[in-house]
């Protein structure tokens, strides 16, 4: 600002200075701050765009996975220590009968014997911890109420610190083929005993016997020719009032002939 004399002419210059050194050091701390801040972020920015593609990418490997388990044509069963079921593919639904929603929660004791599974169960726990897996053959019951087999292989879930928090079971239905073992042990018996010397009837009768148990029949029977009829020979399992009422297969008169058409 100019100094001026009474006639106005400039005899000096009035100068007012301030010291901007601590803001303009101030103004510099913040601008580098901002840029480390801005380095930071997209650091992090850029950290979690790849954490997210990681999430995604597992999340894909998830669905996959879940998706090879849906497909997988064996049953699968997940079960925690306790035997109780926490998961259920579309192929245990397909052998076993049972929707998923009606086995969570459960035991397998929907589909083994009751008194089977708490040893199942034992056993399971036992040759996974100092094998790494178990493996057989179970006889399970269907919803329906059916009989069959399955070819069972029980490996452990382990968490982070490789400890055993659940199992999960591939069960392949084996029913057809143990048909066909159990008949051929039937026939190759059968076939045993007609070559063993002995009284026909105890052959019979043993035969009749394996048929049963084979067939798990509550009652069977063996008709054998006599004259133009087949009376039964031996039966198993059927009361005496009706093989007594059953035992011809033709009708017969008071005098014990056959009675034909006209």
Request: net charge negative; aromatic share 8%.
């Amino acid at each position: 600002t100019p100094v001026r004399d009474d006639c106005g002419n400039v005899t000096g210059i009035l100068g007012i200075f301030w010291d901007i050194t601590k803001r303009k050091q101030a103004e510099k701390k913040i601008l580098k701050l901002n840029k480390e801040l801005e380095k930071r972020v997209n650091i992090r920015t850029n950290d979690l765009l790849t954490i997210l593609e990681e999430l995604k990418e597992k999340e894909r490997i998830l669905r996959q996975k879940s998706l090879m388990v849906e497909t997988i044509t064996d049953g699968i069963i997940i079960t925690d220590l306790n035997g109780t079921i926490i998961d259920w593919n579309k192929g245990a639904e397909i052998m076993f009968g049972f929707k998923k929603n009606e086995t969570l929660g459960k035991t397998l004791a929907i589909i083994y014997k009751s008194e089977d599974v708490p040893i199942l169960t034992q056993k399971f726990i036992k040759d996974l911890s100092e094998n790494g897996k178990w493996t057989g053959e179970i006889n399970y019951i269907s919803k329906n109420g059916s009989s069959g087999y399955c070819e069972t292989i029980v490996v452990p879930l382990l968490d982070d610190d490789k400890n055993i928090i659940a199992t999960i079971g591939f069960n392949h239905d084996i029913t057809i083929r143990k048909q066909v073992e159990h008949r051929q042990n039937l026939l190759i018996r059968i076939m045993q005993l007609l070559n063993e010397s002995g009284e026909t009837y105890d052959y019979i009768k043993i035969i009749l016997s394996e048929i049963k148990e084979f067939s798990q029949f509550d009652a069977v029977g063996i008709r054998l020719r006599n004259g133009e009829d087949f009376p039964y020979f031996e039966t198993s399992g059927f009361s005496g009032q009706f093989v007594k009422s059953e035992t011809y297969l033709c009708r017969h008169d008071h005098n014990g002939e056959i009675i034909r058409d006209e």
